[in-house]
């Protein structure tokens, strides 16, 4: 039996914005989507995310807090399992790499609208949730 591969998704937020990729490849090739990538066997999903984003954004970023465990087997067409976490970009120059097209970032508002790759609106809206419950936590490196 073969295990699904585990990817770590991030977002990435600056102030009242959010950090999206315009995907460089299938799946989801040109659509927008959330910073993020596979877990290489000698990582910890922590350090997967900090090298992706770096990666695909060209930004260092610190980790805030775990949003959740994605595994519903049709969320992506490679069977991927996703650990997302919400970020701080601690630079806003973002420059697209690796599998990014693209980079933007997009108000907070205007990001929960649109469609995003996969289940990266769930993720989201998931983060904007954590984000409002505990405002008080992330006053000071977010808004």
Not at 4 to 9: G, L, N, S, T
Not at 31 to 60: F, H, N, V, Y
């Amino acid at each position: 039996m073969e295990c699904r591969p585990i990817a770590a998704d991030l977002v990435i937020f600056d102030e009242h914005y959010v950090l999206l990729i315009k995907r460089k490849n299938e799946p989801f090739k040109g659509m927008w989507a959330l910073p993020g990538g596979r877990l290489e066997p000698d990582e910890t999903i922590e350090q997967c995310a900090i090298r992706e984003a770096k990666e695909e954004t060209s930004l260092d970023i610190k980790l805030l807090k775990l949003i959740g465990v994605y595994s519903d087997p049709n969320r992506d067409p490679r069977k991927v399992v996703a650990v997302a976490f919400i970020a701080k970009a601690l630079n806003t120059d973002a420059k697209p790499s690796t599998d990014a097209e693209e980079v933007k970032w997009v108000p907070i508002e205007e990001a929960l609208k649109m469609e995003l790759a996969a289940d990266h609106n769930k993720i989201l809206n998931d983060a904007w949730q954590i984000l409002q419950s505990n405002l008080e936590e992330f006053q000071g490196p977010l808004f």
